[in-house]
């Protein structure tokens, strides 16, 4: 069907897109429901790597066992996911479709350098998470061809995952992080960091990781971190806010107890 | 003789349709050709409209704009400024211009309505706005000998934001024409508010317009003028179009368009003697009241007589000031004015224990009223006074002195070694003690001389109020006194629609007032029908009498005064008195404030139903932790950039903390049962309180909504240890 209307916009839980539709910002008027391809739900371990079905909702990943053991990060990422009913309904392929900058998985995605599996009739092709998204809502995804599931390779060393909200539930980020961090060698350790909700798209920063890696103080790698973002003022907080926020939220990390 | 009913929990009225999904909210309702009407309202904040064009093929639809209204193009309330369509000028976003209807909402909604205007530079500010809607004065004493007696002074500035009542079911009303006049259904707060601005925008007389009230989800004062609008704008395209016509918000437009409560910068200067003696008080409030005077001068008097919080001092000082700027106009909440005077006295009165190194509780017990003190307008309380006993069983209940000191201490070491990047947030407990009178100020209720009825049946009453239910149990309530007073079953008494065709003006249903004011007035219906009744069961008395109606109408207290002029005297029949305390935790790297604990004692008189209380005591309590905390009006141009929920933020189940609610009963004479208000005092206390535990955690903060950026920025810029200033 999306071959001969390429056109159709793809829906499964709706939790973002009826919002939209509601509130009359949505241009599309002919829609392709994906809601019982059970085929696109499953999560399971394929060649080494955890192979997450687009259609999986957050609930799916909260209690996967599987998840919870390899990527805790997402599972608790999943967890902070609007309330209740929206996780019960809201997937993961729709959040990575949906690309906004605040996608509560997204940076956790990034930071474990997922890959998101795009099918259409004529076949299938991979595409680094990294390099999904070219702008604010912008995504390489053609029409006609539906993100069908997530890959994760496997992920070795402590994670992490805050998301800051406005509320304790039902609230969009602020700003939200994820990081891996492998274990300290005597010549700093390797790290990989994502931020949303302060970039048009979600963000690695990779001179921050380089700093991490190369020992730096974290005094230092803070610096970078707030150097290499550039968040900015709108309705929900300010720059000045994420900046520090983000700064602090770092050095929880690498300094405090994990919060995967 | 049956069972009392007062002070117990009975059974709602309206209980069992509303939590069955029985009972009909107005976009539930449907008319034989019922036809939907929108507004369109203005895009800017000031200036005048050039030119109206249609984008569309209009045959089909009814146009309405102030060509079309047949008497005075106002909404009639207190001050008559408020055109109901904009003619010519255009004072804010969200004005509404023209009406527009059709049967089928989809083309309606597509309809392109170009406007063209002339802009004019808005004003924003509200305290430099050169146009004051109300001024009041109030003096005690004098202000100049108060502050010679001082030790010291201490002064501050201190402010509030927007709020968003943020009832659940949006503005809606459904007009039908009939009669050579019009009906109209809607969810509102004040059926006869309603009746007068649609009299006078239609040229109706009275028995040419009725207003009945549907179940209606939510009010906060957020329905007590703004139905007057959109009434009026129904009923112009209902008489127009002779068919009926529903208007139903959607809740962007409900936001965007409607009132709010007032911002406010409200500044305090203190004189205090060394042993905590409050010897002078001089504050001067400025309250936003947006494009029209709509409610503000009220709000404004309700605001300043509240400001000096529940506080003896002999010379006193207050000037208040309601202003205008080109935001859509500010209008009723929940409070009317007082949580943003008490916000600031409360917040104050501990930088002023700060400054003199007492603990809060110390400084509020030297100063707090007692009965047989004057307020600030010269009213002597009664025996019903119970500042110190809220007090002390707060203080009491929540171990408060002992958190208080452990706090600061961790405060003051963390301030020496910060030992940032560990578990746990830094923690603080903050007070505010705090009233609220109930009733209309001043004389109003002897001008609103509102009335009540009470019809016998045959195997009880019917109350005939204008007092609507809107969530809060008026109708269980009032039940409950009647039943009681009357001497049968509670069961017994049943409640009318809030008819104007059929129910007296009981006023409107805010202020406090439908329990003590109307409760009591409906209590004398039923003392005097007991009276008739006599020995004879009510079916006996129809029977050998025919039928019975009562009507009462309220009377003054003989021991009451107000001169509106010198703004003397008893500004209220009685207060309701209250303390909260707010224990927060502040996240250290996102400086999120979460409360954790929150312990109120609210004294009401007497709590003539207790759940329902309680109810109103937590919700109030959780509306102002919200404003305390969370909810934020974003302003651009003067225009509601968050006119959303997803954006406009109030707090969920997650981000209310466990409410301990502790009702105490000290009775006021002239109340049913000794009740006094109870409705409002709720959201009085918890900014203050939560500002200051953020205070005792180590910001300071002048300012809701507490967000985490003004938190941060607290921390930043006011050194913990330079406030002996």
Same mark, same amino acid.
């Given at each position: 069907?999306?071959?001969?209307?390429?056109?159709?916009?793809?829906?499964?839980?709706?939790?973002?897109?009826?919002?939209?539709?509601?509130?009359?910002?949505?241009?599309?008027?002919?829609?392709?429901?994906?809601?019982?391809?059970?085929?696109?739900?499953?999560?399971?371990?394929?060649?080494?790597?955890?192979?997450?079905?687009?259609?999986?909702?957050?609930?799916?990943?909260?209690?996967?066992?599987?998840?919870?053991? #390899?990527?805790?990060?997402?599972?608790?990422?999943? +967890?902070?996911?609007?309330?209740?009913?929206?996780?019960?309904?809201?997937?993961?392929?729709?959040?990575? /479709?949906?690309?906004?900058?605040?996608?509560?998985?997204?940076?956790?995605? /990034?930071?474990?350098?997922?890959?998101?599996?795009?099918?259409?009739?004529?076949?299938?092709? +991979?595409?680094?998470?990294?390099g999904f998204y070219t702008g604010y809502r912008q995504t390489v995804r053609?029409?006609?061809?539906?993100?069908?599931?997530?890959?994760?390779?496997?992920? #070795?060393?402590?994670?992490?995952?805050?998301?800051?909200?406005?509320?304790?539930?039902?609230?969009?980020?602020?700003?939200?992080?994820?990081?891996?961090?492998?274990?300290?060698?005597?010549?700093? #350790?390797?790290?990989?960091?994502?931020?949303?909700?302060?970039?048009?798209?979600?963000?690695?920063?990779?001179?921050?990781?380089?700093?991490?890696?190369?020992?730096?103080?974290?005094?230092?790698?803070?610096?970078?971190?707030?150097?290499?973002?550039?968040?900015?003022?709108?309705? +929900?907080?300010?720059?000045?806010?994420?900046?520090?926020?983000?700064?602090?939220?770092?050095? #929880?990390?690498?300094?405090?107890?994990?919060?995967? | 003789?049956?069972?009392?009913?007062?002070?117990?929990?009975?059974?709602?009225?309206?209980?069992?349709?509303?939590?069955?999904?029985?009972?009909?909210?107005?976009?539930?309702?449907?008319?034989?050709?019922?036809?939907?009407?929108?507004?369109?309202?203005?895009?800017?904040? =000031?200036?005048?409209?050039?030119?109206?064009?249609?984008?569309?093929?209009?045959?089909?639809?009814?146009?309405?704009?102030?060509?079309?209204?047949?008497?005075?193009?106002?909404?009639?309330?207190?001050?008559?400024?408020?055109?109901?369509?904009?003619?010519?000028?255009?004072?804010?976003?969200?004005?509404?211009?023209?009406?527009?209807?059709?049967?089928?909402?989809?083309?309606?909604?597509?309809?392109?309505?170009?406007?063209?205007?002339?802009?004019?530079?808005?004003?924003?500010? =509200?305290?430099?706005?050169?146009?004051?809607?109300?001024?009041?004065a109030i003096d005690k004493g004098r202000i100049d000998q108060g502050f010679?007696?001082?030790?010291?002074?201490?002064?501050?500035?201190?402010?509030?934001?927007?709020?968003?009542?943020?009832?659940?079911?949006?503005?809606?009303?459904?007009?039908?024409?009939?009669?050579?006049?019009?009906?109209?259904?809607?969810?509102?707060?004040?059926?006869?508010?309603?009746?007068?601005?649609?009299?006078?925008?239609?040229?109706?007389?009275?028995?040419?317009?009725?207003?009945?009230?549907?179940?209606?989800?939510?009010?906060?004062?957020?329905?007590? &003028?703004?139905?007057?609008?959109?009434?009026?704008?129904?009923?112009?395209?209902?008489?127009?179009?002779?068919?009926?016509?529903?208007?139903?918000?959607?809740?962007?437009?409900?936001?965007?368009?409607?009132?709010?409560?007032?911002?406010?910068?409200?500044?305090?200067?203190?004189?205090?003697?060394?042993?905590?003696?409050?010897?002078?008080?001089? $504050?001067?409030?400025?309250?936003?009241?947006?494009?029209?005077?709509?409610?503000? =001068?009220?709000?404004?008097?309700?605001?300043?007589?509240?400001?000096?919080?529940?506080?003896?001092?002999?010379?006193?000082?207050?000037?208040?000031?309601?202003?205008?700027?080109?935001?859509?106009?500010?209008?009723?909440?929940?409070?009317?004015?007082?949580?943003?005077?008490?916000?600031?006295?409360?917040?104050?009165?501990?930088?002023?224990?700060?400054?003199?190194?007492? *603990?809060?509780?110390?400084?509020?017990?030297?100063?707090?009223?007692?009965?047989? *003190?004057?307020?600030?307008?010269?009213?002597?309380?009664?025996?019903?006074?119970?500042? %110190?006993?809220?007090?002390?069983?707060?203080?009491?209940?929540?171990?408060?002195?002992?958190?208080?000191?452990?706090?600061?201490?961790?405060?003051?070491?963390?301030?020496?070694?910060?030992?940032?990047?560990?578990?746990?947030?830094?923690?603080?407990?903050? %007070?505010?003690?705090?009233?609220?009178?109930?009733?209309?100020?001043?004389?109003?209720?002897?001008?609103? @001389?509102?009335?009540?009825?009470?019809?016998?049946?045959?195997?009880?009453?019917? $109350?005939?109020?204008?007092?609507?239910?809107?969530?809060?149990?008026?109708?269980?309530?009032?039940?409950?006194?009647?039943?009681?007073?009357?001497?049968?079953?509670?069961?017994?008494?049943?409640?009318?629609?809030?008819?104007?065709?059929?129910?007296?003006?009981?006023?409107?249903?805010?202020?406090?007032?439908?329990?003590?004011?109307?409760?009591?007035?409906?209590?004398?219906?039923?003392?005097?029908?007991?009276?008739?009744?006599?020995?004879?069961?009510?079916?006996?008395?129809?029977?050998?009498?025919?039928?019975?109606? $009562?009507?009462? &109408?309220?009377?003054?207290?003989?021991?009451?005064?107000? *001169?509106?002029?010198?703004?003397?005297?008893?500004?209220?029949?009685?207060?309701?008195?209250?303390?909260?305390?707010?224990?927060?935790?502040?996240?250290?790297?996102?400086?999120?404030?979460?409360?954790?604990?929150?312990?109120?004692?609210?004294?009401?008189?007497?709590?003539?139903?207790?759940?329902?209380?309680?109810?109103?005591?937590?919700?109030?309590?959780?509306?102002?932790?919200?404003?305390?905390?969370?909810?934020?009006?974003?302003?651009?141009?003067?225009?509601?950039?968050?006119?959303?929920?997803?954006?406009?933020?109030?707090?969920?189940?997650?981000?209310?903390?466990?409410?301990?609610?502790?009702?105490? &009963?000290?009775?006021?004479?002239?109340?049913?049962?000794?009740?006094?208000?109870?409705?409002?005092?709720?959201?009085?206390?918890?900014?203050?309180?939560?500002?200051?535990?953020?205070?005792? @955690?180590?910001?300071?903060?002048?300012?809701?909504? =507490?967000?985490?950026?003004?938190?941060?920025?607290?921390?930043?810029?006011?050194?913990?240890?330079?406030?002996?200033?």
């Amino acid at each position: 069907m999306l071959r001969d209307e390429p056109t159709l916009t793809p829906l499964a839980g709706c939790t973002d897109l009826y919002v939209a539709l509601n509130f009359g910002t949505l241009k599309d008027t002919r829609f392709l429901d994906l809601w019982r391809l059970d085929r696109l739900r499953k999560i399971e371990l394929r060649g080494g790597a955890l192979s997450i079905g687009a259609l999986a909702t957050f609930t799916d990943l909260i209690r996967s066992t599987l998840v919870r053991k #390899r990527l805790p990060m997402l599972a608790a990422a999943a +967890r902070d996911v609007g309330g209740v009913q929206i996780q019960n309904r809201g997937t993961i392929g729709g959040n990575v /479709a949906n690309a906004s900058p605040a996608g509560d998985t997204l940076p956790v995605l /990034a930071a474990a350098d997922a890959v998101v599996v795009l099918q259409q009739a004529g076949g299938i092709r +991979r595409v680094p998470f990294d390099g999904f998204y070219t702008g604010y809502r912008q995504t390489v995804r053609r029409p006609g061809e539906l993100i069908v599931g997530i890959e994760i390779p496997p992920v #070795r060393g402590r994670q992490f995952f805050r998301k800051v909200g406005t509320r304790a539930a039902q609230a969009i980020s602020k700003i939200v992080m994820a990081g891996i961090l492998g274990p300290a060698t005597g010549s700093g #350790r390797t790290a990989r960091i994502a931020l949303g909700s302060v970039a048009p798209t979600v963000v690695r920063v990779p001179r921050t990781e380089a700093a991490l890696a190369s020992g730096a103080s974290i005094e230092a790698v803070q610096r970078t971190l707030m150097e290499e973002i550039a968040p900015i003022d709108d309705l +929900r907080s300010t720059a000045e806010y994420r900046r520090r926020v983000a700064a602090n939220l770092l050095a #929880r990390f690498v300094c405090g107890a994990s919060r995967g | 003789m049956p069972s009392r009913s007062v002070g117990r929990s009975v059974v709602r009225k309206e209980g069992r349709g509303k939590v069955t999904g029985a009972a009909r909210y107005i976009d539930d309702l449907t008319f034989p050709g019922l036809i939907h009407a929108r507004t369109i309202r203005s895009t800017i904040p =000031a200036g005048e409209i050039v030119d109206v064009a249609f984008g569309f093929d209009t045959s089909g639809f009814t146009l309405v704009d102030y060509r079309d209204i047949p008497g005075r193009n106002i909404v009639a309330l207190i001050d008559d400024d408020q055109p109901c369509l904009a003619e010519r000028l255009v004072r804010h976003v969200a004005e509404p211009i023209l009406l527009l209807a059709h049967a089928d909402r989809e083309a309606l909604l597509a309809a392109d309505v170009r406007i063209r205007y002339r802009e004019a530079v808005p004003t924003y500010d =509200a305290t430099t706005s050169p146009i004051a809607f109300k001024t009041i004065a109030i003096d005690k004493g004098r202000i100049d000998q108060g502050f010679r007696e001082a030790d010291v002074i201490v002064e501050g500035e201190y402010r509030t934001g927007h709020q968003e009542q943020l009832y659940i079911e949006p503005n809606g009303v459904i007009a039908v024409p009939e009669h050579g006049g019009v009906t109209v259904y809607g969810s509102m707060q004040c059926p006869y508010y309603v009746h007068r601005a649609l009299k006078v925008l239609l040229d109706l007389p009275d028995d040419k317009v009725r207003v009945v009230q549907t179940e209606t989800g939510g009010g906060f004062g957020g329905k007590e &003028e703004y139905p007057s609008m959109i009434a009026g704008h129904a009923a112009l395209v209902a008489i127009k179009a002779q068919r009926p016509v529903k208007l139903v918000y959607d809740r962007v437009e409900d936001m965007l368009a409607t009132t709010k409560r007032h911002p406010a910068v409200i500044r305090h200067r203190t004189g205090v003697k060394r042993d905590g003696t409050l010897t002078a008080i001089d $504050i001067d409030a400025v309250i936003d009241g947006g494009a029209y005077a709509t409610l503000s =001068a009220v709000v404004l008097s309700r605001g300043v007589i509240h400001a000096t919080g529940p506080y003896r001092c002999d010379h006193i000082r207050i000037r208040g000031r309601a202003t205008m700027t080109n935001t859509p106009p500010n209008g009723a909440f929940r409070g009317f004015g007082a949580p943003q005077t008490q916000f600031a006295a409360e917040v104050h009165m501990d930088r002023i224990a700060e400054a003199l190194g007492i *603990d809060p509780v110390r400084i509020r017990e030297i100063n707090a009223l007692r009965p047989g *003190d004057r307020t600030a307008t010269g009213q002597r309380l009664g025996r019903d006074c119970s500042a %110190l006993a809220v007090l002390r069983e707060t203080v009491k209940r929540t171990d408060f002195k002992r958190k208080w000191r452990a706090y600061a201490r961790l405060k003051a070491s963390r301030c020496l070694k910060a030992s940032r990047y560990k578990e746990g947030g830094s923690r603080g407990i903050g %007070l505010s003690l705090f009233f609220h009178g109930a009733g209309f100020t001043g004389g109003g209720e002897v001008k609103l @001389a509102s009335k009540a009825s009470l019809a016998l049946t045959d195997r009880g009453a019917r $109350i005939l109020v204008a007092s609507t239910e809107i969530g809060q149990g008026t109708r269980t309530m009032h039940a409950q006194i009647v039943a009681d007073t009357l001497g049968v079953p509670y069961d017994c008494v049943d409640v009318n629609a809030a008819d104007t065709g059929q129910v007296p003006d009981s006023g409107p249903t805010v202020a406090s007032r439908t329990c003590m004011v109307v409760g009591r007035i409906l209590q004398r219906c039923a003392e005097d029908m007991r009276e008739r009744l006599g020995r004879l069961t009510p079916r006996e008395y129809l029977k050998r009498h025919g039928p019975l109606v $009562i009507t009462r &109408e309220y009377e003054r207290p003989t021991d009451m005064a107000w *001169d509106d002029n010198s703004y003397r005297g008893d500004a209220y029949g009685t207060y309701g008195w209250a303390c909260d305390v707010a224990e927060i935790e502040v996240d250290r790297e996102t400086w999120e404030v979460k409360p954790i604990a929150f312990t109120t004692v609210h004294e009401i008189g007497k709590a003539i139903h207790p759940v329902l209380a309680l109810g109103q005591i937590e919700g109030g309590s959780a509306q102002g932790l919200g404003y305390a905390l969370l909810e934020e009006v974003v302003m651009r141009d003067g225009r509601m950039a968050n006119a959303q929920l997803t954006n406009y933020i109030i707090p969920t189940t997650l981000d209310t903390p466990p409410i301990d609610v502790v009702i105490l &009963e000290n009775p006021y004479k002239h109340g049913p049962f000794g009740a006094k208000g109870v409705g409002e005092m709720p959201i009085d206390g918890p900014a203050p309180a939560a500002i200051n535990a953020l205070r005792n @955690a180590g910001f300071d903060l002048r300012e809701i909504p =507490a967000t985490p950026e003004r938190v941060m920025v607290s921390e930043k810029q006011e050194p913990r240890h330079a406030l002996h200033a």
